[in-house]
């Protein structure tokens, strides 16, 4: 009995031997043995605790921030997933998401099919990647997104890189989109720099991976990036600032348009030349290191830089633009699509009457105080060949050559004289120059003299106003205003005595276009400038026909006219416009208290009007119909004129009678005999 509490107080607990890592098992002891035991594994065992916690709480500390971090990252992925869930819910569902159209361009080209100018939101007209020479969108690749053909819309080395640099040099300077990403903001988004944006760019930038192949992103793009100066797609930058078409650009020109997305305005070539010309060195730089560009082109593009070019007439040009976007709804209706329009213009005509009327008003403009004037020349039969409505586009854009109303002065005699002849008389007919009186009315001629008895050549051809008045209440103004409407004045005329010396308003290309009967033997046209309109793949959309007004005037009246009106420039008051070698002629203009100067003439190939005067009405310092009115006619004829065989005057002895379709006597097919079509032409441009 004595000996139960004694083993109760000898047993000991079963301890971890930690004198063997391996030895695991426990063990009961007894006595000293026992004792030896628990001291010598106390021993062990308090080293072996002094150890085993740190290890613990080492391999806790390493478990807690593995298991954070999970947790931290199934949260992050969590919330990233509802971040991106609930932008995409802003944006249509992706069944209904669809690539915008593009806004529809106009491109109005010239007779011989370069371009005049772009008209629509765009500056210029879709291309396809298959027509670019291929430096262009490696260009774009190069210096925008090198990694383009190989991520899916996203680029996370890119942005990681981006993000580096902009902490790097503590600030943004630069981005991570990708092409496409820009494709999605330029599609689809504003333009409001947010996180929120650029989570839907990136959405929309994987819906654009998924349904386009890469070359139709880059396409799409090429189409849709903003060059500056309302340019929008690389024809469009082409056209703007090289003056040629996308498919022609040279690897320096490519460079030079690929730098310039990044900052338009900043590094627009025609504005900043040495700022663009440093970016395209680093787009040339970007293109060799890709292997895109040989060395050799690499050298030539940094040895002979782009250089921005300014096509001529390009500026005059947009009046002629202005006047088919006027009427072009006329013939196609609403454009829906890209579309192309073949004018009449002659880029080299265009360009000698810009430079014709800039250079005279540059050069006595200010002596004479006159600012403004406006061109006009058409075939006979009613073609334009060029159009300035003003002295420069950029300044102004109202077209005078159209819009303008302004009074003709003596420029408007040859109806009158017209009319007499149709009443029988003839340019040998005498006539008093000589004060006449009319109601209180007291018309003088120009140099205040009278000449007593003269012909009516020489009435027309020294534009006396007694000869002119005498002649229009002789034959009466409402016959004067039947034979101009006749001829293709449209705008409203006062049947007064007045009228012989063109006191009511008329634009310049129905006066000239008047004259046109003149040059073509009698036929009455309606001006135009439209030849033809192609839609998409080069689809026919609208051809001009032959037509108009048939014949309006006698050709022995065509005779009689042409040669009073030759002697206008042989011994009358156009004296200086006389072509050696042509015959020519036209009659000149100057309204009362020298407001307006005009001059209208003609050879048999050409018909061309000037207009110079004041916008606000304000007198010259008395610049008349035969001093540079005349003066820059003749310019511009020598030029126009220049290379072209001679054509003589209907009506002159040996020449046959030729008709505005080209020397056929006979109507045109389908021509109408009254003025309507003429007067609803007119209506539609002026807006009467």
């Known amino acids: 009995m004595s000996k139960g509490p004694e083993r109760r107080r000898e047993r000991r607990e079963p301890v971890f031997d930690s004198g063997d890592p391996s030895d695991v098992g426990l063990r009961l002891s007894h006595g000293d043995r026992a004792g030896g035991t628990m001291a010598r594994s106390g021993r062990g065992g308090d080293k072996g605790r002094r150890q085993k916690p740190s290890r613990k709480r080492s391999r806790s500390l390493i478990g807690r921030l593995i298991s954070w971090t999970l947790v931290v990252g199934i949260w992050a992925a969590i919330g990233g997933t ?3 869930a609930y932008h995409a819910t802003q944006l249509p569902p992706i069944d209904q998401l669809s690539v915008p159209k593009r806004p529809p361009n106009v491109a109005i080209l010239a007779s011989d099919g370069t371009l005049l100018a772009n008209r629509g939101e765009t500056g210029g007209r879709s291309v396809s990647i298959k027509e670019l020479p291929p430096h262009l969108p490696r260009a774009f690749v190069a210096i925008e997104d090198r990694r383009f053909y190989g991520h899916f819309g996203i680029d996370p080395l890119g942005i990681a890189r981006a993000a580096f640099r902009n902490l790097t040099s503590r600030g943004v300077s630069q981005g991570g989109s990708t092409l496409t990403q820009q494709l999605a903001k330029n599609l689809f988004l504003t333009q409001e720099r947010t996180a929120s944006r650029k989570i839907q760019e990136a959405i929309l930038a994987l819906w654009l991976e998924h349904q386009y192949t890469k070359d139709q992103i880059l396409e799409l793009y090429l189409n849709r990036v903003y060059f500056g100066a309302g340019a929008y797609g690389v024809e469009a930058a082409a056209q703007r600032y090289y003056g040629k078409p996308a498919r022609e650009v040279t690897v320096a020109e490519a460079a030079t348009l690929a730098g310039l997305v990044q900052a338009p305005s900043r590094l627009a070539p025609n504005r900043n030349p040495e700022a663009a010309r440093a ?27 782009a250089k921005p070019t300014r096509r001529a007439g390009a500026g005059s040009a947009n009046y002629a633009a202005d006047l088919v976007m006027d009427v072009l709804d006329d013939f196609v209706g609403t454009v829906e699509s890209d579309i192309s329009v073949r004018t009449t213009i002659d880029p080299v005509l265009q360009a000698a009457a810009e430079r014709s009327l800039t250079e005279e008003l540059g050069q006595k403009g200010a002596k004479f105080g006159v600012q403004q004037g406006a061109v006009v020349a058409m075939r006979p039969d009613g073609a334009l060949r060029a159009l300035v409505g003003g002295r420069d586009y950029a300044e102004s854009q109202f077209n005078r050559a159209t819009n303008a109303k302004r009074q003709p002065g003596s420029a408007f005699k040859p109806f009158v004289y017209l009319a007499a002849v149709e009443a029988g008389l003839t340019p040998d007919t005498v006539r008093e120059d000589g004060p006449i009186s009319v109601r209180g009315w007291n018309p003088e001629n120009y140099s205040r003299d009278y000449r007593g008895p003269v012909t009516l050549r020489d009435g027309l051809a020294l534009s006396l106003n007694t000869v002119a008045v005498r002649l229009g209440m002789e034959v009466g103004p409402k016959k004067v205003v039947q034979i101009a ?3 293709g004045i449209a705008s409203a005329l006062q049947p007064n005595a007045s009228i012989a010396l063109g006191t009511s308003e008329v634009s310049p290309i129905e006066l000239v276009g008047a004259y046109a009967a003149f040059a073509n033997g009698g036929f009455g046209v309606v001006p135009y400038i439209i030849a033809e309109v192609r839609g998409p793949g080069g689809k026919v959309i609208y051809r001009r026909t032959e037509g108009g007004l048939g014949r309006v005037i006698d050709s022995s009246a065509v005779a009689m006219m042409n040669g009073m009106m030759r002697e206008t420039l042989l011994t009358g008051t156009a004296r200086k416009g006389e072509i050696p070698g042509w015959e020519a002629a036209g009659k000149t203009g100057t309204s009362q ?6 001059f209208v003439g003609y050879t048999g190939n050409l018909v061309a009007g000037v207009w110079l005067g004041n916008d606000d009405g304000t007198p010259t310092k008395k610049v008349s119909g035969g001093g540079l009115p005349v003066e820059v006619w003749s310019r511009f004829m020598k030029a126009g004129l220049q290379g072209e065989r001679p054509v003589a005057l209907p009506g002159s002895p040996g020449t046959r009678v030729a008709s505005a379709s080209g020397g056929r006597s006979s109507r045109p097919a389908g021509a109408q005999a009254g003025p309507d079509p003429l007067t609803e032409f007119f209506d539609k441009l002026f807006g009467n």
């Open 485 to 487: 409407r006749r001829l």
């Open 279 to 305: 970016r395209a060195e680093l787009v040339l730089a970007a293109m060799a290191d890709e292997g895109y560009i040989r060395p050799e082109q690499h050298k030539t593009a940094l040895m002979e830089p």
């Open 82 to 84: 509802g971040l991106v």
């Open 593 to 598: 208290e020298f407001r307006d100067a005009w």
